[in-house]
Nanobody
Framework: QVQLVESGGGSVPAGGSLRLSCAAS?????MGWFRQAPGNEREAIAI???????AYADSVKGRLTISRDNAKNAAYLQMNSLKPEDTAMYYC??????????????????WGQGTQVTVSS
């Protein structure tokens, strides 16, 4: 069982930036970031494979950037130009098989506890 631990959430004004980090306890082929706002379903934001393939949800393209450090089994989410609608609990997730690395919650096996991001207007 892979453990995931997120960090880096917080409160920022609109237009601000945050960098989220996720540390995995073991090797995983694919890591991703998801978010869930109150009353909404959990949605995929970005995914990345160990080989560097990335994919983003249309709503965050150009503002959020996923990256990973394979040596550390870590993934990061750089969030710029934040908007109030970005306010949500952000979750790191991972899956063993690169073939299932897709922008969909059902494809991921392991989940972190989440870190809160709040953007004020």
């Amino acid at each position: 069982q892979v453990q995931l631990v997120e960090s880096g959430g917080g409160s920022v004004p609109a237009g601000g930036s945050l960098r989220l980090s996720c540390a995995a306890s073991d090797y995983v082929a694919c890591m991703g970031w998801f978010r869930q706002a109150p009353g909404n379903e959990r949605e995929a934001i970005a995914i990345t494979t160990r080989g560097g393939i990335e994919a983003y949800a249309d709503s965050v393209k150009g503002r959020l950037t996923i990256s990973r450090d394979n040596a550390k089994n870590a993934a990061y989410l750089q969030m710029n130009s934040l908007k109030p609608e970005d306010t949500a609990m952000y979750y790191c997730a991972a899956v063993d098989l690169v073939g299932t690395c897709q922008l969909h919650t059902s494809k991921f096996q392991y989940w972190g506890q989440g870190t809160q991001v709040t953007v004020s207007s």
